[in-house]
T-cell receptor, first 116, second 119 residues
Framework: SQQGEEDPQALSIQEGENATMNCSYK?????LQWYRQNSGRGLVHLIL?????REKHSGRLRVTLDTSKKSSSLLITASRAADTASYFC????????????????FGKGTKLSVIP | DAGVIQSPRHEVTEMGQEVTLRCKPI?????LFWYRQTMMRGLELLIY????????DSGMPEDRFSAKMPNASFSTLKIQPSEPRDSAVYFC?????????????????FGSGTQLSVL
């Protein structure tokens, strides 16, 4: 089955710097989503980009999608200590597997540390 | 909206005991998911429901695991008997799928999880 794989596994930057995380996947997708997880908490949805979109913005977040390379990137600009968290990409398959089927697959995440 | 509510937040039990985890999805959501998260395996989907009906339980590791959704506002995940290797964080998530969508690939709303420790 397809799976988003984040790169790098861990990233440490200084406050104010930009953070870039990448996600690669294997097969055709309907959409790709990014989630954030603070330590000891559940995942929180950040942004969804559909297969016919190339770039999307939300506040300090910028997501790009390159379907020809089967990859996506999440850019956090002007990072803050509060951005310290794990970031996951989730890919939604583009195949129909039956009524009610679930098709989101999560990667193992990038652990981001923003040093004040 | 209160979001997805899970209880308990922490559970410590001894091997062989029964464990029941509880979840209240967001009102109006028609999909409910149970996930398990560990350092080694990451986030694993255990089972999911659509309109209270289990759709796919292929992720349930063993017969010791069972899940129910008796109504649209409540679900349980039970482990009986529990084993130390079941120690993990268990998440419940819910989703609302558009009427014109045949599959669920929209965003999920997660609860805060239950940290389970089996000694």
């Amino acid at each position: 089955s397809q799976q988003g794989e984040e790169d790098p596994q861990a990233l440490s930057i200084q406050e104010g710097e930009n953070a870039t995380m990448n996600c690669s996947y294997k097969t055709s997708i309907n959409n790709l989503q990014w989630y954030r997880q603070n330590s000891g908490r559940g995942l929180v949805h950040l942004i969804l980009i559909r297969s016919n979109e190339r770039e999307k913005h939300s506040g300090r977040l910028r997501v790009t999608l390159d379907t020809s390379k089967k990859s996506s990137s999440l850019l956090i600009t002007a990072s803050r200590a509060a951005d310290t968290a794990s970031y996951f990409c989730a890919t939604a398959a583009n195949t129909y597997s039956g009524a009610g089927s679930y098709q989101l697959t999560f990667g193992k995440g990038t652990k981001l540390s923003v040093i004040p | 909206d209160a979001g997805v509510i899970q209880s308990p937040r922490h559970e410590v039990t001894e091997m062989g005991q029964e464990v029941t985890l509880r979840c209240k999805p967001i009102s109006g959501h028609d999909y409910l998911f149970w996930y398990r998260q560990t350092m080694m395996r990451g986030l694993e989907l255990l089972i999911y429901f659509n309109n209270n009906v289990p759709i796919d339980d292929s992720g349930m590791p063993e017969d010791r695991f069972s899940a129910k959704m008796p109504n649209a506002s409540f679900s349980t995940l039970k482990i009986q008997p529990s084993e130390p290797r079941d120690s993990a964080v268990y998440f419940c998530a819910s989703s609302l799928v558009p009427r014109d969508s045949r599959t669920t690939n929209e965003k999920l709303f997660f609860g805060s999880g239950t940290q389970l420790s089996v000694l």
